[in-house]
């Protein structure tokens, strides 16, 4: 089946805040949805805005997040799994909210009481540093910038200390990883973090034929991989535990992490979902990744 952003972004939107980070990535990747559909395996651009209901004459040069905002309402609702209806009433909009209103525009009127949840909405001040003005009846489109903003800063503050000592610690024990045989060369080592190898995403996924998308600002990674008619999507960002497998989401026992500037990834769990057979041999502490 074919999956795009906004296909796995409609998943993670089934609780609303969970889709807070993945916003963020399509935010600044500035991906064009031209490539989207490339890389979503779909051959006719017209098919790909018709599916998801975006205007005909959308330019294939239009950034991912742009569009995925002119997306229907009644559209997202489908995604959802939801009737139009359920969605209005879920998220407290009014009736000027159509099948046709832009997803940007219908989600901006949800107060905060529907969007948040009146029994989140004081901890939900406290973590965005949002003031006594900032009511239940407040709309999300009058904070949506402040929290934004907020996740991108609060990503920038890498827990770099705590990562580097991992890796010092582990360097000396590192472990070597093979694809079909031949040993791969590295350029920051892997090492076993709660009894998971980690390896520099780079390194390791483009040796095994996938694409890479990195955006250093959110700390996000989104990995892609053809194989055939069918195209995987990988979504994960580090020190979260949720990384999202085409439209399921799945939780890591061991997040990804930045060291060195990398971004070090569990591998067994990306590779096996890439169609990959992995082995460990603890005695040599080595990896073996089997593609062929």
């Known amino acids: 089946m074919k999956k795009t952003i906004a296909a796995i972004l409609a998943a993670c939107t089934l609780s609303f805040s969970a889709q807070f980070a993945y916003a963020e990535y399509i935010n ?22 018709a599916e998801y209901g975006l205007p005909s004459d959308l ?30 009433e879920t998220l407290g909009l009014g009736d000027n909210v159509t099948y046709d209103t832009a997803w940007g525009e219908a989600e901006s009127q949800s107060p905060l009481r529907f969007y948040i949840g009146e029994e989140y909405l004081d901890a939900f001040k406290a973590e ?3 003031g006594d003005e900032v009511t239940a009846d407040t709309l999300w489109g009058e904070v949506r910038n402040i929290v934004d903003q907020k996740t991108l800063d609060d990503n920038q503050r890498l827990t770099a200390v705590n990562a580097q000592q991992i ?8 472990v070597t990883i093979l694809k079909n045989g031949e040993e791969l060369a590295l350029d920051v080592n892997a090492y076993i973090k709660n009894d998971r190898t980690m390896v520099p995403l780079r390194g390791v996924f483009e040796a095994c034929g996938a694409s890479v998308d990195c955006d250093d600002e959110t700390k ?3 990995i892609t991989k053809a194989s055939g008619e069918e195209t995987t ?6 020190d979260s535990d949720a990384a999202f497998v085409n439209s399921e989401k799945i939780t890591l026992d061991t997040p990804a992490e930045i060291v060195n500037d ?7 769990f990306i590779m096996e979902q890439l169609g990959a057979e992995v082995s460990w041999d603890g005695e040599s502490r080595t990896v073996s990744i089997v593609t062929e």
Do not use: C, H, W
Not at 262 to 268: K, S
């Open 220 to 222: 996000t990674a989104f």
């Open 262 to 268: 990398r971004t070090m990834v569990p591998l067994r």
């Open 28 to 49: 600044v990747s500035g991906r064009t949805i031209g490539e989207v559909a490339e890389q979503a395996g779909y051959t006719d651009f017209n098919e790909f805005l």
């Open 128 to 130: 965005y540093g949002l």
């Open 59 to 88: 330019s294939a040069d239009t950034t991912e997040s742009d569009a995925y905002y002119t997306i229907p309402t009644g559209k997202i609702a489908e995604m959802y799994g939801m009737e139009l209806d359920e969605l209005k």
């Open 167 to 174: 890796y010092d610690a582990a360097e000396a024990s590192s």
């Open 233 to 238: 999507f990988i979504f994960l960002q580090a």
